[in-house]
């Protein structure tokens, strides 16, 4: 019903001037006619607002998506039937009007934000992660853990173009597929992702779709369990579950290869229960140093971009979850596993300690800053309502209803590299 | 006729689900009769289209944008009446859909991108040469040469909401207004510009809308020209056309000082007539250097971002005037003034090399990278031409039509501190 996907690879007619000056009579008349009128309601053609300001909520429970605006700080509405979302992520088209949300059930639905529906869902694992879509936009990729491997979609159509199982061990009909984690998304129609079960770390160019090519990184340590690429485009690095370190390729120096860094960052350290795996995703690059979360501990760590030696640890409220840099500002935000997500604490880059200790509700999960950082968004499952703080004295400014919230996205993501 | 501008102070209600229900039928409706179809062409009601990947060009000769969408890599019309575009830049709405473009003739006019219209238009001084956006998106300010100042607008109706006039020297009937170049946002309401005739920089808060606050640090060196914000929002530095150095201040180190860094970087240097004055506004921070243009030389100079010490320098084609980072990538852009503005040329930052010289065209004013830097986009003048270049195997994928280009501003800017 919306053919108009921007993705199309069919030839679009240009517009001349009496074309678009059509448009415009049409619009000004739909104006004067509907008086479009700063919120959705009441219109009766779509709205003409901009995409640039737009995001979702992640309703935890039931499986639908509340739509907001981070300019009037308001939902817009929600969008049901997205099935298992209870570990989702999001990814955006390029011009912000679709989202591509991968539901834990393996779901892949196409949300087009300014209708307010589904436009297209496919099934299209049993148990999938996450994803990612391509520099350019014409490509989303989902990470499986069952089976196990990758897929690429066209944004468009969300016809299946490629399919990457990662078979690991020895050949022969007993192989296994490896659970992917960790996809982000390169320059030139490239991925990287690690392979849980087989300590591997593979690169698939899809810049030919009929034929991507995979390069494979073995024995890169013992279950790989999140990554991330640094903001700059220079680094690809996995976080190990099986042990203390982490592996890094700079994908900047051919040949590629991997490199073992912050070896033993917990070592002598008492391990506690893990309540619940922090993610990479959001790693947090200030200056020259990456902030991240400890794993089981109740610490977030400093590393130098330039060494990757360890360059300090800053005690916290608790199991850090999300480590999030706010943008143009010396601090990292940071959020919690339970029992203590109730806290969110600031941390000053500068001095390397907390400056600020908030509790903005009940059962933080997920966080996000707008794009130039002067709001930061706080799903609190357990209040149902997601918070809207100024970062420049840390008030509330106001509080969005959402149900069971957990993942927060903004539009805005589609303009950055591994988002 | 479009009073739906999102920065609106009035309350806004919040929609329900009956509200948001009304509205997908009104789209659904609206979808179905006239078959959206994937142009703005042929539309009988406003497209609902995203913004997020438009963008403009300015069309010097004749006072005209022309907008561009930079999926599908085409123009889509074409707004005329903007007065004098001989040096003119551009901001954006934090949703994407207005563009605000500063002329030099003092104009400052708001275009609705999607209606393809000026919205409000005041001529606000008699000189002007660029403007920014606050954070949050709610104030316009321009920068001016006659009469020195800057003006604080409301980014919804341009009403003015403060006059901050750049008066310098001895307090008397005589004192001299200082013109005012490289005028940057910073987090908070905040704006940071140098007074090319008082050897200084000011930044003003305006938080506090109806009381602005302003700092002042004089001798900061003699004639800043432009001025820049490093990505982080760590920095701001001021270049000087009087003498041979910049001047940098720490926005993250309390209490704030200006200190002169890079001095004499030409010094020893045959000076050469100088075509035309570098932009800092596009100023390229790599990793852990800073590269920008060489003031009459052909070169471009490294930067280490610790030590703000020189740490190279690239012989290049010609004059620089734009040198830009590729997104995610070691490599770095540059365009030259004349004679040799018919090159742009590639350096790879590892190596500190020109790794790639193209010519994409006559007289090269200006480039733009799409955000994840999968193209660039490159005006050329004499070809009334710009040039969209894969950035990955630097061929020409497409030539638009545009009438005398010189600027090419994406929306995507609006997520940018500093842009």
Chains 1, 2 share one sequence.
């Not at 690809?236 to 390729?249: P, S, T, V």
């Amino acid at each position: 019903m919306f053919p108009s996907h921007p993705f199309s690879p069919l030839p679009q007619r240009r517009l001349n001037r009496r074309d678009w000056l059509a448009v415009c009579g049409a619009l000004l008349t739909a104006g004067a006619a509907t008086g479009l009128a700063g919120s959705l309601a009441g219109c009766a053609a779509p709205p003409a607002r901009g995409t640039e300001d737009l995001g979702v909520v992640i309703g935890r429970e039931n499986g639908t998506l509340t739509l907001v605006d981070s300019t009037t700080r308001t939902a817009l509405g929600a969008v049901e039937g997205l099935g298992d979302l209870s570990h989702a992520s999001v990814v955006f088209s390029r011009d912000g009007l679709f989202a591509y949300v991968f539901g834990r059930d393996g779901g892949l639905t196409q949300v087009n934000l300014l209708a307010g529906r589904i436009v297209r869902r496919v099934m299209q694992a049993g148990n999938s992660i996450g994803g990612a879509i391509s520099d350019d936009g014409a490509l989303i990729v989902a990470q499986n853990y069952t089976p196990g491997g990758i897929k690429v979609f066209d944004a468009h159509t969300l016809e299946l173009l490629a399919d990457v199982p990662t078979f690991y061990g020895p050949a022969g009909a007993n192989q296994q597929r490896s659970r992917v984690v960790g996809l982000v998304d390169l320059p030139g129609r490239r991925f990287a992702y690690s392979l849980f079960d087989a300590d591997a770390i593979w690169i698939t160019d899809c810049s030919d779709i009929k034929n991507p090519q995979t390069q494979k990184f073995e024995r890169v340590g013992h279950q790989p369990y999140d990554g991330l690429v640094t903001p700059d485009g220079r680094y690809y690095i996995a976080g190990l579950f099986g042990e203390d370190g982490m592996a890094l390729i700079d994908l900047w120096t051919q040949p590629l290869t991997v490199r073992r860094i912050l070896n033993g960052y917990g070592k002598g350290e008492q391990r506690l229960p893990v309540y619940k795996m922090p993610h990479l995703r959001g790693w947090a690059v200030a200056g020259r140093r990456a902030w991240f979360p400890a794993v089981g501990q109740h610490e977030v760590l400093v590393a130098d971009t330039q060494s990757w030696a360890l360059a300090g640890r800053v005690p916290v409220a608790g199991q850090p979850i999300f480590v999030i840099a706010r943008p143009a500002a010396p601090q990292v935000w940071c959020t919690f596993a339970v029992p203590d997500y109730g806290h969110v604490q600031v941390i000053d880059t500068q001095s390397q300690r907390v400056i600020k200790t908030l509790e903005p509700g009940h059962a933080v999960l997920h966080m996000e800053f707008t794009p130039r950082g002067d709001t930061v968004w706080v799903s609190c499952r357990d209040d149902n309502a997601v918070r809207v703080i100024d970062t420049q004295n840390f008030e509330t400014l106001t509080s969005i209803k959402a149900p069971s919230p957990s993942g927060v996205f903004f539009t805005t993501r589609a303009t950055r590299i591994g988002f």
